[in-house]
């Protein structure tokens, strides 16, 4: 069996529609609903304020929250920011999605995929189960504010990292999960690159290694890509401005989306694959290793 998670970073981009922002995500909820697809949402507690009553179409017992930072401003990357301050923003998130919500996170991932020794051990402590931030033999590192070079070095299997580094195993109660990555990630952004049959392909060699090493399949998209583009300052952008790699994408947003269920459906199609969400899969993955 190939477990297959589908997660979803939800920020506030304010480079694109804000109103749009808000209307897909019913369309999401609708959609992956309509193909029996848990969904594994990471949010930020501002998006949680601003979309609340849409989020709330996604609050489905099938998905699951999980954490990804207050804002996603541009100095919320975990690997550099204080205990502190991590203690804070994680207990205010967490404090964010219980009382909006009803229910606990139990996953998070970091802005810019960023994490940290220290952010972990918060974790931990605040019974988050799984950290989503590692991007295990992801060659573009650099392109992510919160890439590390240990990146490449990084277990490919879920695992417990040590005490002293995220990206080593270790003894710590808390399971790192990687994002599916062979040099490239399995992420929207290189199917607007790179097109369906090259992901298609993608997906089968990661389906034949995990048929091997029961390694899960995670791919990541984020609801903003398919809102329209709002013309910004510099200034005014609270992210990095688009990387390099960003001219290359298919600037059609309702084509991205149709890209991205086609690709849904494909992945669904094989009898070996079992989609489930983040909780779902961390409560197979301690029972199958009892
Ligand atoms: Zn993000």
Redesign the pocket.
Known sequence: MVPLLITM?L?IAKDHNTEEQKTILEKISFDLNKLHLPLSIFLTSDSLDLFKMHIHKLNSPDNVFGI?GID?GFNENYKNLDEEIIRSNIDYAFYNICNSLFRSPESFRG??MSTSSDTQKILTKKGIKSDFSVCSQRMDFMNSKGGDIRWLFSPRLPYHPSVKSPYRTGESPLWVVPLSCIGFPFISSVLYIFGLRFMKYFFRILMKESMITKKPIVYLF?SYEFTGDVYLNKSELNYPVSSFFHKFYISDVKKRYELNICLLKYMLSFDSVFPMNSSQYINYLERSSI
């Open positions: 970073d920020e990804h996603h802005p810019f984020h």
